[in-house]
């Protein structure tokens, strides 16, 4: 489905439905000069130079529903909490996996 399809579909209103339409394909490539005229018509002005990937990231971005600032600040606090025990308790693994061999395997042997 193209941008000039979706962009009607979004301006309809929602409550009506449309019959099925059946899209017409162009033929030729994506460059300048294989293109149609009524492609290059349905684009916006200046957005021959936008990638359409760009567009693609943009348009869903805009979909996101983007947590509020509260909910970042305290989430971040967790993280940073949960990440200090963690550390911890891998530094006390650590810490406890050192002085067994310390005292086991590294005392047996002359120095």
Do not use: C
Not at 12 to 21: D, Q, S
Not at 28 to 56: E, I, M, N, T, V
Not at 77 to 89: E, K, N, Q, R, S
């Amino acid at each position: 489905m193209n941008r000039a399809v979706r962009r009607q579909q979004l301006k309809e209103p929602k409550g009506e439905k449309t019959p099925a339409r059946a899209i017409p394909r162009t033929g030729g490539g994506g460059g300048r000069s294989g293109g149609s005229r009524a492609a290059a018509a349905a684009q916006p002005r200046g957005a021959w130079y936008k990638p359409r990937w760009a567009l693609d990231i943009i348009s869903e971005l805009r979909k996101v529903v983007w947590p509020a600032w509260p909910d970042v600040w305290n989430l971040t606090v967790v993280i940073v909490i949960v990440t200090l025990i963690i550390g911890a308790i891998l530094g006390g693994i650590d810490e406890g996996f050192s002085q067994l061999i310390d005292h086991t395997l590294l005392a047996v042997l002359p120095r």
